[in-house]
Structures are given as structure tokens and as C-alpha cells.
DNA sequence: AGCTAATGTGTATCAGATACACAATAATTT
DNA sequence: AAATTATTGTGTATCTGATACACATTAGCT
């Protein structure tokens, strides 16, 4: 949709391309400055920030939906996507929500209309490398940001709620899902990755028993290169070792939190 | 839907009462002679059992229409229930297995027709006591039968994946949900309450530690009353403290599983 | 060269989980 | 009525994993 052309294409016909009723939104987490951010957009055309979603195509997946979606507006592929939970509250979108095609389309539109009938939204969350993404506007699209969990903007619709949940469901899974993996880049410290968990679960971990636990686990693998990172002792890079890693999680690892 | 000519209305004009391309199957989960059970029914139309499920009313919570659908099936209410995954392959289900409308209604069908239409299923799982539940035949269903969990029939469209991701989740959830107060009746033995948590863990547990670590949770009363059930000594009964159980949970009460 | 702030590492202790044994008893059998 | 059988009620010793905790090391700064 880069432009209003393709815009209005979508509103007016995207029913017979997309399957009606349904959308995915995404809550896309990523983790910088010590802080676990949330990546949202701001509309040409509301006022409030919205995560970023779309519509299903016709004969196409769940999940590949999702990705493709996640895909047009950030440009990774292969990013780690769970579905979490379907948000169907009859009242979620109003009609009120949706002035906003009148705008773009500067006609009415039919009570009847596919966007404006009532549509559950099926919630996906992503963990990405914070510095990997980089957003693709388009025509509807003013602008994006990373926000931090507690701190966030008003957003559309039910999406603060669609993010709470996200958020809780990540935390939940945070014993059994490689959080560490997708959210930090290929090579990070000790540190980072403490702090990670630090802030996933709102609370300080001992140094010295965070890192025997992690180490423990036998997924990582020490580099022999240090991060040079202020006056004072320099922390070693580690990284995963996919293929432990993977067996780890089949086998039901438990980070112990 | 308890005579043939609200069947057809259903299958005619239901597209009017409730919203099209998506549906709701709920995977009641029973537990009854050491096994967990799961309820099926069996289709006048079709040669599968299939999951209970139903579509959504056009301004009705998700939460709701599930309630409702399986309050109309089971005769029971307030049931515990909870969302676990939304399923929507494409091909979920197949033309071929909507067949059955065309031999209710003795017509073709036309091809756009609400119900042949891609549907995705908000899946549902509930866990009931195995003896409140009184299946309620309408004119869709021949009967209505439990099922062991390790030994079930062929089901329609992709039931089978439902159920076992149902199962999943139940497993994953055992720690903090509330297995044992919605599937067990309000008294109870403590060798019934173990049975229970073997059969979804799959492994025996030790009755000393168990019971040690049940009664440890503080959320179980003792009864006078003893439950005569053999050659042997008699087990007391046992019931949860409603109030000290919600607590517990809203604390976040780990079972330690 | 000395200072500062963070990292690398090991041990002692505690709590919770596990392993385990014997006395009590309800119904049945002798 | 006594003995038998199968199951329940209960307590302790041990082990394992989690937690608490301290000192030596070092990179960059002054």
C-alpha cells in the first residue's frame, strides 16, 4: 500500500482478496538500553498509535500470514512468531474507530462494508533483534517507533489490551521459550543477557547464580573476544549454540524462573 | 437446532444471525475411571466424531459463545473455560466435508454459501466434572460419547490437532490452573486427587510426597467423612477452599509440577 | 601509578524435593 | 471371632538445586 491508489484499492475490494471478519495484529518486542520495547505505529489517519497488523489473504496460513505481514513492514524474514491469543470483543472496533476511511476515501461507505463489519483479531507476539529492524513506511503509515512496555502512547481499538496479554503470555512462557535467542543479537555478555531476564521479570538476579544457571543449561558457548565497554574489567561475548539450544528445548529445558 | 426445519434455517440463513469465517470448538476435557476423557459427538451427516463447536452470535463475546455453545450441549453452566488457540489452514476443511449440507438440504449449494466459505475455529478447552454432564441431542447430533484421550476415534476436519493441542496446553497449564477443582466432583480422596495429576503428567507419583505437598498449599479442607470403598482402610474426604484456592491462584500458586 | 567500577570465580548454607517404612483399618475369608 | 488382604495415614533422612555471599582481577580514566 504505497499509495493511495493501492490504498483505496484495499478498501474497496481487499474483501475479495482478504478473507473477511479476521485480522492479525502483532506485538513485536524487542530489547534496548535495558529497557523490553514494543514496536508501534502511528496512522496517517488516527490519532492513536496501533500495532502493526493486517488481513489474511484468502487461501493462505495463519502463521504465513503473520510473517508476511510482520515481513512488509519490517523487512526480516524468518522472525519468531507465536500466536498468543484471539481478541473478539463485538465492541473492540467502533464504528467511530473507523471514520477514518471516510477521510481517505472522501465518500461514505456501505453499513455493509467488509471493514466495518465486526472482526476478531487473532494476536501474535515477536521477539526481534532491536537494531534488525527497520520499518517500511507506506501510504498509510506516518511513522513508527519503539516504545517501552511501561511507558506506552495511547493506542487504537483494544490493542492495549491485545499488548498486556502479550506481555504476560512472554512472560509466562519466559522458562521454555528462547527469549535470550531472539531478542539479543548473536554475540552478547553475560550482563546483557542478566539484564534481559532483570527486566523480563521486573526483578534483580544474583550475578554470580544467574550465571551458573545459564551456563549450566550447556547452550552457550564462550567466544574468546571481550566487549571493550567502560574503565573497568571487560565481560567475554557468548553466544548460542543453535543446535544445543534446539535439542535443549525439545528435550523440555527449563530456565528455572 | 432440535427439528430438521431449524437445521435448514441454520444452514440457510444462519449467515444473518451469526458473524461468517469463523466458529468456536471447545475440547471438554472429563476425568472417570483413572482415564481423562474427552467428549465427543457423532454427526447424523457425518462418518467422524467431531469436537462440540458453534458459530458466534453477530454481537457476542467470544467467551460468551462458548459458554452458550456448550451450555446448549451439556446443560452446564458457568464452566471453566479458556481460549487456547485459534486454527485456520486453509484447508482446515476440506469442500469435501461439508458434503452433509448438501444431503440435508437436498440442494446444491451455492458456492459462495456462508458455511462453505474458509472458517476459522477459536479453539476452547474445558475441564468438567465427568458426572454433571448430560449430553443434549438436537437434531445434528446421533450421540454423544466420552473418550480416552490416548484412544479416540477418527474426527472430522482437524479435530485431531485440536484436541491435542488442547491436551498440550492443559499439560503446560497444570501448574497454575485449576485442574483438580473443575475436573473432580466437590468431594474427593486424595488418592483420587493423585490419580488425577498421574494421568495427566503420565508418570506415577509418590502418594507421601503428594500429599505432603497438596495439604502444603494450604488450599484443601479435610472432611469427617470417610469414603468406604473397599477391604482396606478408608480414604478421607477432601474439598477445596473456594476462597483460599482463589487466593492462592491470584497469588500465583505454583503446584510444583 | 593509582583509582574506579564492573567482571570472573568458588563455597557455604538453606529450602524444597525425593526416597523410603511401618502402623492402622475396612471388608472379606476362614 | 480371628486371620487375611489391600490400601490408607503418617514421619524422617537424604539429596539436589537454589540462594547468599566475598575477594581477586582488569580496562580505562585521572
Same mark, same amino acid.
Given at each position: 500500500?504505497?499509495?493511495?491508489?493501492?490504498?483505496?484499492?484495499?478498501?474497496? @475490494?481487499?474483501?475479495?482478496?482478504?478473507?473477511?471478519?479476521?485480522?492479525?495484529?502483532?506485538?513485536?518486542?524487542?530489547?534496548?538500553?535495558?529497557? /523490553?520495547?514494543?514496536?508501534?505505529?502511528?496512522?496517517?489517519?488516527?490519532?492513536?498509535?496501533?500495532?502493526?497488523?493486517?488481513?489474511?489473504?484468502?487461501?493462505?496460513?495463519?502463521?504465513?500470514?503473520?510473517?508476511?505481514?510482520?515481513?512488509?513492514?519490517?523487512?526480516? @524474514?524468518?522472525?519468531?512468531?507465536?500466536?498468543?491469543?484471539?481478541?473478539?470483543?463485538? @465492541?473492540?472496533?467502533?464504528?467511530?474507530?473507523?471514520?477514518? /476511511?471516510?477521510?481517505?476515501?472522501?465518500?461514505?461507505?456501505?453499513? !455493509?462494508?467488509?471493514?466495518?463489519?465486526?472482526?476478531?483479531?487473532?494476536?501474535?507476539?515477536?521477539?526481534?533483534?532491536?537494531? *534488525?529492524?527497520?520499518?517500511?513506511? !507506506?501510504?498509510?503509515?506516518? *511513522?513508527?517507533?519503539?516504545?517501552?512496555?511501561?511507558?506506552?502512547?495511547?493506542?487504537?481499538? !483494544?490493542?492495549?489490551?491485545?499488548?498486556?496479554?502479550?506481555?504476560?503470555?512472554?512472560?509466562?512462557?519466559?522458562?521454555?521459550?528462547?527469549?535470550?535467542?531472539?531478542?539479543?543479537?548473536?554475540?552478547?555478555?553475560?550482563?546483557? /543477557?542478566?539484564?534481559?531476564?532483570?527486566?523480563?521479570?521486573?526483578?534483580?538476579?544474583?550475578?554470580?547464580?544467574?550465571?551458573? *544457571?545459564?551456563?549450566?543449561?550447556?547452550?552457550?558457548?564462550?567466544?574468546?573476544?571481550?566487549?571493550?565497554?567502560?574503565?573497568?574489567?571487560?565481560?567475554?561475548?557468548?553466544?548460542?549454540? *543453535?543446535?544445543?539450544?534446539?535439542?535443549? /528445548?525439545?528435550?523440555?529445558?527449563?530456565?528455572?524462573?
Amino acid at each position: 500500500m504505497n499509495t493511495e491508489k493501492e490504498l483505496l484499492d484495499y478498501i474497496r @475490494n481487499g474483501g475479495e482478496r482478504f478473507l473477511p471478519h479476521v485480522s492479525i495484529d502483532c506485538a513485536v518486542f524487542g530489547f534496548h538500553d535495558n529497557e /523490553l520495547k514494543i514496536l508501534l505505529l502511528k496512522s496517517k489517519f488516527l490519532e492513536d498509535w496501533a500495532l502493526p497488523g493486517g488481513h489474511i489473504l484468502r487461501s493462505e496460513p495463519l502463521d504465513v500470514a503473520a510473517q508476511r505481514i510482520l515481513n512488509e513492514r519490517t523487512g526480516l @524474514n524468518d522472525i519468531f512468531l507465536k500466536q498468543f491469543q484471539s481478541f473478539g470483543d463485538p @465492541n473492540r472496533v467502533s464504528a467511530d474507530n473507523m471514520n477514518y /476511511l471516510k477521510e481517505v476515501l472522501k465518500v461514505p461507505l456501505a453499513t !455493509d462494508h467488509w471493514l466495518l463489519d465486526r472482526t476478531i483479531s487473532i494476536g501474535y507476539y515477536a521477539l526481534v533483534e532491536f537494531s *534488525r529492524v527497520n520499518p517500511i513506511l !507506506d501510504y498509510f503509515t506516518a *511513522r513508527y517507533q519503539w516504545w517501552d512496555v511501561h511507558d506506552l502512547p495511547s493506542l487504537v481499538f !483494544d490493542h492495549a489490551l491485545m499488548v498486556e496479554k502479550a506481555l504476560q503470555t512472554v512472560r509466562l512462557q519466559l522458562n521454555y521459550q528462547p527469549v535470550g535467542y531472539n531478542l539479543l543479537p548473536e554475540k552478547f555478555t553475560m550482563p546483557e /543477557l542478566q539484564k534481559l531476564y532483570e527486566t523480563m521479570l521486573e526483578k534483580p538476579l544474583d550475578r554470580r547464580n544467574f550465571q551458573k *544457571r545459564m551456563l549450566g543449561l550447556g547452550i552457550l558457548e564462550r567466544l574468546e573476544e571481550r566487549k571493550k565497554v567502560g574503565p573497568h574489567k571487560s565481560p567475554y561475548y557468548y553466544r548460542f549454540n *543453535r543446535k544445543k539450544y534446539q535439542e535443549a /528445548l525439545s528435550a523440555g529445558l527449563s530456565f528455572g524462573f
